[in-house]
């Protein structure tokens, strides 16, 4: 979001901050009000010598009475940057005293209070062009913002000033006329709120233009070479490959079908062959400081493994390549062992950095992932040492070409240099001994990178993203045939419910940790995690699944619903501590929670036979059409979802039961193709009387639920001729329908 008055006016504040001189200071190092939050990240700070106060009521008061700014620090656990920052000046003494003297500091975990994030968020992307964690912001007592920015070093930095500096000037501009200056945060507040308050609802969306100037924006982003969109850093933008794949399938242009795919499939074994995979451990960082994806940013997120394993699994459908599957496997296998606490539920993180293994009181980036020559060849046998270091590109000198910072010195990325077949050429190997080689050698050198200090694990539990990997682990067990999958989603979703659910209240936890939730689960929660019920739903055919998936979109309707413009507010609206209320408009690094809420709407109304909620989805789109119109590549996933709301999605219907002749046959022929817009039942005795007392249509079916299984191909529940023959039922079901218009 860019609003240029709210810009000016922060930069004018941003300007006369070089007016006055930084005072020296002294400060002792004691615990904090941090150390008894649930936060990772907030108690990662509990013992800096800053009298940091959480985000509520005891801060704002002293505020108030005090009559002093607030310095608002927001970032999270594994962020790279916020460590940094924290190092350098949160462990300052001087700078502690200066903040603890003049400033009210407060820090917030991003990943625990969006809705905050988010408002700060808006403030500094407009009034610097740009966002990012840390993320320092100067606030009034009242909360309103008038000077915002990220990382800052402790000392003026290349035309940058230091954070000794910002303060300074701060304080002395706060002293000076705080009546001015929260006269311009107001201002500041007025512009925001007038740029993000809500439209009325949008005229009906020229679907297939959309999809077309989506597809080209998208087009033109594309990095033929290596793949992926844009340029360095290259982030994976999971939402833009869901556009694709959807594009591919139902495009009514052969060539834009073919182009999108192309741009998919090449990406995608590009990302799986760069150093942003790790290449023993399984699993995807966070994003590439480079164009060719071999430079990662070590961090690990849930959300990224969730969706980038989706997108490998969706690319299987599309083609049974064995390095898409194998892909997708090793990052739901990392996620098993690595990232799945005992009792169910996901964790959130692990960090970029870790401890050096020569002297582990210091970190650094990636350490535990990096490797000279030297010790590769000290775990490695002859025979597969030369063929390890030429696959994976290592080299004696380190083969990090751009290091500005001198990170990396001598030290090697493993990145897929060559392929399998490159690599048997060159050793006068067959691929299959080859590969062999490579196998036991990745065993040999994960098993010595197994002894090394491991990064930090925020082992929170989020809700959204344990929705999102929810998705991945139901659809990795239809699509790849492996019931252990299948498990686990179930084991997660029972933990959600147990453990993040009040079913007396219908409402859900944003996160937990060590046993202590919060209550504020905010519209992605409800989104993603309705998304992933869906997906176990259409997986195991547990109606518990589902009928929970109906409870929570009757509470998200509730809670976060527009009634008059349509479209998902963030937040529930009733914490007057956050200034704004918002509607994400943007397919980011997560998906915006009514992008999510279109395709579970319109999934929701051709199971459950409602109506009312098709068309729901049809204006929560339309609530967003200005956005649409503006740059459809902006809401990618909002775009692919808009098929759905072009008449009602195809309905497969499977009668008989689980082990019934035939019920596993014709459910595969679903889950091994790609139907973007279908939804899935099957009716059994055990799930029957659920559907007969919900969905009318289904009384009708004839009652029969034994040997052999039948299916239903339907539209707006008008069927096809029932059959019990795969091969019609294949035809039923890729029988070619006109694309959305």
């Known amino acids: 979001m860019r609003l240029s008055c709210a810009a000016l006016l922060a930069l004018a504040l941003a300007g006369a901050l070089w007016a006055a001189d930084a005072p020296a200071a002294s400060g002792a190092s004691r615990p904090n009000r941090l150390l008894h939050e649930k936060s990772p990240y907030l108690r990662q700070h509990a013992y800096n010598p800053v009298d940091w106060y959480p985000w509520g009521a005891e801060a704002f008061e002293?505020?108030?009475?005090?009559?002093?700014?607030?310095?608002?620090s927001i970032g999270y656990s594994t962020c790279h940057w916020c460590h940094v920052m924290?190092?350098?000046?949160?462990s300052d003494p001087a700078i502690a005293q200066l903040l603890n003297e003049k400033f009210v500091s407060i820090k917030v975990d991003r990943e625990e209070r969006p809705d905050v994030d988010q408002v700060y968020l808006t403030y500094v992307e407009a009034a610097t062009g740009a966002g990012g964690w840390p993320m320092s912001v100067w606030l009034t007592p009242d909360l309103k913002p008038f000077v915002g920015g990220t990382y800052f070093?402790?000392?003026?930095?290349?035309?940058?000033?230091?954070?000794?500096t910002m303060l300074t000037r701060i304080a002395a501009l706060w002293a000076a006329d705080p009546k001015q200056v929260a006269a311009q945060a107001e201002s500041v507040l007025q512009a925001l709120r007038a740029g993000t308050q809500a439209a009325g609802p949008g005229a009906a969306l020229p679907i297939a233009a959309l999809r077309h100037r989506a597809f080209k924006e998208t087009a033109e982003s594309y990095d033929p070479v290596h793949g992926g969109f844009g340029h360095a850093p290259k982030f994976p933008h999971p939402a833009a490959f869901e556009l694709l794949f959807d594009l591919a399938a139902t495009s009514p242009d052969a060539a834009e079908r073919s182009e999108a795919l192309k741009m998919a499939h090449q990406s995608l074994r590009a990302m799986a062959a760069g150093g942003i995979h790790d290449q023993l451990g399984g699993g995807f960082h966070r994003y590439a400081t480079d164009e060719e994806w071999r430079v990662p940013h070590f961090e690990k997120m849930l959300y990224d493994q969730a969706q980038v394993a989706n997108l490998y699994l969706t690319a299987v459908q599309f083609s049974p390549d064995p390095g898409f599957v194998a892909t997708a496997r090793d990052i739901l296998d990392y996620v098993q062992h690595g990232m799945t606490d005992p009792a169910g539920g996901f964790y959130a993180a692990e960090d970029a950095d870790s401890p050096l293994s020569a002297d582990p009181p210091r970190h650094g980036e990636g350490a535990m992932y990096l490797w000279t020559q030297p010790e590769i060849e000290a775990v490695l046998g002859a025979e597969s040492r030369a063929v390890f270091i030429f696959h994976y590109g290592v080299q004696a000198e380190g083969n990090v070409a751009s290091d500005p910072e001198g990170v990396f010195v001598h030290q090697n990325i493993l990145y897929r240099a060559h392929s399998v077949a490159e690599t048997a050429a060159h050793f006068h190997l067959t691929e299959t001994a080859a590969q062999t080689l490579l196998a036991g050698a990745s065993r040999q050198l994960l098993t010595a990178r197994a002894q090394r200090p491991r990064p930090l694990r925020d082992e929170k539990i989020v809700t959204a993203w344990n929705g999102l990997m929810l998705s991945a682990f139901a659809r990795a067990a239809q699509i790849l045939g492996d019931e252990s999958y299948a498990a686990t989603a179930t084991h997660a979703a029972e933990f959600l419910q147990a453990r993040l659910y009040d079913p007396a209240t219908?409402?859900?936890?944003?996160?937990?940790?060590?046993?202590r939730r919060d209550e504020a689960g905010f519209a992605a929660d409800y989104a993603f995690l309705i998304q992933g019920l869906l997906d176990l739903y259409e997986t195991t055919f547990d109606v518990r699944w589902l009928d929970w998936a109906v409870r929570l979109q009757e509470k998200q309707n509730e809670l976060f619903g527009d009634a008059a413009a349509g479209g998902y507010f963030t937040t529930a609206g009733t914490d007057a501590s956050v200034l704004l209320r918002l509607k994400e408009d943007y397919d980011d690094a997560e998906p915006a929670p009514s992008s999510v809420a279109v395709r579970n709407l319109a999934r929701l109304a051709g199971i459950m036979h409602r109506p009312e909620w098709h068309d729901l989805a049809v204006k929560t789109a339309g609530a967003f059409s200005a956005q649409l119109d503006r740059s459809p590549s902006s809401l990618p996933l909002m775009v692919a979802a808009l098929g759905w709301i072009?008449?009602?999605?195809?309905?497969?219907i499977i009668q008989g039961g689980a082990n019934a002749a035939g019920t596993r046959e014709l459910t595969s022929e679903v889950w091994h193709r790609f139907l973007p817009r279908h939804v899935l039942l099957r009716i059994d005795r055990t799930s029957r009387p659920f559907f007969n007392a919900q969905v009318p249509f289904v009384v009708a079916l004839p009652n029969d639920t034994d040997d052999p299984a039948t299916a239903y191909v339907c539209e707006n529940y008008v069927c096809q001729l029932p059959t019990r023959d795969p091969v019609v039922f294949v035809k039923l079901l890729t029988r070619a329908k006109p694309d959305a218009r």
Not at 62 to 72: C, D, H, M, Q, T
Not at 153 to 164: T, V
Not at 506 to 515: D, H, M, P, Q, W
């Open 62 to 72: 002293k505020a108030r009475r005090e009559n002093k700014p607030i310095f608002l």
């Open 153 to 164: 070093p402790p000392e003026d930095r290349g035309g940058q000033p230091g954070f000794k």
């Open 86 to 90: 924290a190092a350098e000046s949160f």
């Open 646 to 652: 072009e008449g009602s999605p195809q309905q497969i």
């Open 506 to 515: 219908g409402r859900l936890a944003r996160s937990s940790y060590a046993g």
